[in-house]
């Protein structure tokens, strides 16, 4: 019982959930404008491989120019 317990608690606060926002819960994104700041890393690198899917235009800000280059 209590190794159960013990591999319960392990797993639900070392391994990340599954994600509970993917593109299918986005919609056409045609004609939007979006900025995206921290673009070059990230949560914000994934939103911009993602409305880059789903049709937007995005401006995407970063530290610098090295940055924005990578990928």
Known sequence: MLLVAL????TQHYYPP???FTKEH???QNGRVFI???GN???GYELVKLLYTAGATE???SRSKSFESRG
Do not use: D, E, F, L
């Not at 591999?7 to 392990?10: E, G, L, T, V």
């Open 7 to 10: 591999y319960n608690w392990r």
């Open 36 to 38: 995206i700041t921290g």
């Open 59 to 61: 401006y995407m800000a």
């Open 26 to 28: 986005v919609g056409p």
């Open 18 to 20: 599954k994600p509970s």
């Open 41 to 43: 890393a990230g949560v």
